[in-house]
């Protein structure tokens, strides 16, 4: 099973982000796909989920209205679209897979919001 994230770096304040998760080793479409995010010596949280069909979405409240989460079942890809980022959406970001039996995540990608 692999899970490769990419599109991180360094914005600005107001700018735009869009990370993208490559999956493969499992059954893509038929897994719950989120994205977490983490702090140094903080806990990981919750950002934005999709479930297998992609028709439902779930987010957190801080990034709701900015963050908008995706994916491609033919590309077996996750999105995470950022819009809007501000300091506080620094942080490293995990795609996770949630199969019903066993959480995969990936390597993380580095969001950095600064001026």
């Known amino acids: 099973v692999q899970l490769v994230e990419s599109g991180g770096g360094l914005v600005q304040p107001g700018g735009s982000l869009r990370l993208s998760c490559a999956a493969s080793?499992?059954?893509?479409?038929?897994?719950?796909m989120s994205w977490y995010r983490q702090v140094s010596g903080k806990e990981r949280e919750l950002v934005a989920m999709i479930f297998s069909g992609g028709g439902i979405t779930r987010y957190a409240d801080s990034v709701k209205g900015r963050f908008t989460i995706s994916r491609d079942n033919a590309k077996n890809t996750v999105a995470l679209q950022m819009n809007s980022l501000k300091p506080e959406d620094t942080a490293v970001y995990y795609c996770r897979a949630n199969t019903g039996f066993v959480n995969y995540w990936g390597q993380g990608t580095q969001v950095t919001v600064s001026s």
């Open positions: 080793g499992f059954t893509f479409s038929s897994a719950i």
